[in-house]
């Protein structure tokens, strides 16, 4: 069975060398061995993966391929520093796979030039263009989408149609959200400015810091506790925290948060741009001796049986248009996804971060 494991040679970089030698020691014998006439049966029997996913998220997909083939998972979870940690180990990393949200940690690894092109005719056919790099070095595996929620109490939903309201002085002293700066938001800013151009997208951000109730602050969650408390009334967030918080058995507290708000899809009318999404995704390392196996199971995860956990587990959206959100998800209203590609967001963010340091969002 796999399990999920940090081995030394993970874990503590001093002591990196010496297990690595001790790594290559190991697989030097196996080659031998393999070279004595015994090639044909010397398939990957693991695959290692860096993940900055939840490790009760991936584990039950990761049991199901092992049982489904024979192969089995090493992952390290990292919940931040993949990057650096990928950049310091160069060519020597033990990961064959990253697993990872968001456009703008895919991309930031993208740039190291860590990922190898991925010629798949199943992954090109299950994940839609613009939710896959156009180089082929990353994949989407599920989408989010960064929402408005609003108070279930003060707010007609109806109230709010477009992202771009919100920058409207009817809401003044009524929005809380977390840091500008944050991944989450500065990705939204920056599909703003994909559709609407800097200095439209600025004079929004500008809006919308002037109708703050409270400094930017907190996680998602913590937006719809203010709005619980009556601190505001609208907020920003991303989907899947509404779900966490509705079937929250350890921190019940936060099942009354959910009940306090009202999921607001944005930017839905005919003519325009769809509500704003982000992925979580996978990409195989240039390193990696294991690129057949890998491949395989990245197509493994993008067929709909798995599409359907890997996206439910976590309350998110498959990537694969064929295959439905989850039924409790789906109650919650279906959308139009925004038709922007993600890598389009990638680019813009640079100016979406200086627009958040001018407006202080
Ligand atoms: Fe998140």
């Known amino acids: 069975m796999t399990a999920v494991i940090s081995y030394g040679f993970f874990r503590d970089n001093s002591r990196l060398s010496v297990s690595r030698l001790c790594v290559i020691l190991i697989l030097s014998a196996a080659f031998l061995i393999a070279g004595a006439g015994l090639i044909r049966t010397a398939k990957a029997e693991t695959l290692n993966i860096y993940s900055s996913r939840n490790p009760q998220l991936i584990q039950p997909l990761l049991d199901a391929y092992t049982d489904e083939t024979g192969i089995s998972f090493k992952v390290l979870h990292l919940s931040d520093g993949m990057a650096q940690r990928l950049e310091a180990e160069a060519d020597n990393t033990p990961a064959d796979m990253v697993l990872t949200t968001d456009i703008s940690r895919l991309s930031e690894l993208d740039k190291l030039h860590i990922f190898t092109a991925v010629d798949s005719s199943i992954l090109t056919t299950n994940i839609p263009a613009k939710w896959r790099d156009e180089d082929h070095h990353w ?154 196996e890998a491949v395989a199971f990245l197509e493994w995860l993008s067929q709909p049986e798995a599409q359907r956990v890997y996206a439910s587990t976590n309350y998110e959206y498959p990537v694969n248009p064929n295959v439905a959100p989850d039924a409790e998800i789906a109650s919650w209203g279906t959308f139009r996804a925004d038709d922007l590609s993600v890598q389009e967001l990638a680019k813009h963010a640079p100016m979406a971060q200086r627009i958040i340091n001018i407006t202080g969002w």
Not at 240 to 258: D, V
């Open 139 to 292: 994949f989407g595996l599920s989408v989010r989408a960064r929402v408005a929620v609003v108070s279930a109490d003060r707010v007609d939903p109806d109230e709010l149609k477009q992202i771009e309201d919100l920058a409207d002085s009817r809401w003044r002293g009524r929005i809380c959200t977390r840091k500008g700066s944050h991944p989450y938001n500065r990705a939204l800013l920056a599909s703003i400015i994909a559709h609407n151009g800097a200095e439209a997208a600025q004079e929004w951000a500008e809006g919308l810091v002037a109708n703050l109730a409270r400094k930017p602050q907190g996680n998602d969650r913590a937006q719809a506790r203010a709005i619980h408390a009556g601190l505001c009334d609208v907020a920003l967030m991303n989907t899947y925290y509404y779900g966490l918080m509705k079937f929250n058995l350890k921190k019940t507290e936060q099942q009354e948060w959910a009940k306090s708000i009202r999921i607001v899809f944005l930017n839905q009318g005919d003519d325009d741009h769809g509500q704003h999404v982000n992925i979580t995704g996978a990409a195989i390392l240039e390193s990696s001796e294991k690129y057949d």
